[in-house]
């Protein structure tokens, strides 16, 4: 029987609008939130937030 993934694959969207995603994996016991990561958006040329899509 197959369990529940406890590492799912995340997309994190970029706050500046720009469209760029990075893609990720986390454990969802320890971070059940949306996770918020501040990384680099080539595009935009600077760090910004990136937020958890779902």
Do not use: C, Q, W
């Amino acid at each position: 029987m197959a369990r529940p993934e406890v590492r799912p694959i995340i997309k994190l969207h970029s706050t500046a609008g720009t469209g760029y995603t990075y893609v990720t994996r986390k454990i969802r016991r320890n971070d059940p939130d949306r996770m918020v990561l501040r990384k680099f958006d080539p595009i935009a040329r600077k760090h910004v937030d990136f937020r958890e899509e779902r």
